[in-house]
């Protein structure tokens, strides 16, 4: 078993069931894909699931510190920024609670990634500045 899926594993035990079920993840990509599930879900419960939120982000932040590698399907940051970060301004409620769970200075790397989904640069310094606003007046810790 990869490291990355290890990792998996041990931080969603809720994906437990879908792996033994056949769902075979061949590449991070694959685990992205229910991660992101995972994570739009956990804004639909009331209230909304910090704690499944907060592994999402933590997972995603591990797998932004591992070494590149050369293999688009093994690369870890490459399937975390297509399969996380490019799809949140798609998501209104992910995007809304952004500043509780990333840094300006993230936020500001990912900037060509949320610029992908967002069709103009209105669009881009709305949700720019939507977040900015929001990040002042939080004073919790960043996960990524």
């Not at 949320?114 to 881009?124: G, K, Q, S």
């Given at each position: 078993m990869e490291d990355w899926l290890t990792k998996a594993r041990e931080s969603f035990p809720e994906l437990l069931d879908k792996t033994s079920q056949n769902r075979d993840y061949n590449s991070p990509t694959d685990l992205w894909i229910d991660l992101f599930g995972l994570l739009a879900n956990s804004y639909k419960e009331q209230p909304i699931n910090d704690d499944l939120i907060g592994r999402i982000y933590d997972y995603a932040a591990w797998c932004f510190a591992q070494p590149q590698t050369d293999d688009v399907e093994t690369d870890l940051s490459?399937?975390?920024?297509?399969?996380?970060?490019?799809?949140?301004?798609l998501d209104p409620k992910i995007s809304d609670d952004l500043y509780r769970w990333m840094s300006v200075?993230?936020?500001?790397?990912?900037?060509?990634?949320?610029?992908?989904?967002?069709?103009?640069?209105?669009?881009?310094?709305?949700?720019?500045?939507?977040?900015?606003e929001k990040k002042k007046r939080y004073a919790g810790p960043s996960r990524i």
């Open positions: 490459s399937a975390t920024a297509v399969g996380l970060i490019e799809d949140i301004p200075e993230s936020f500001l790397g990912f900037e060509n990634l949320f610029r992908n989904h967002l069709d103009t640069e209105d669009a881009y310094r709305s949700f720019r500045d939507q977040f900015m």
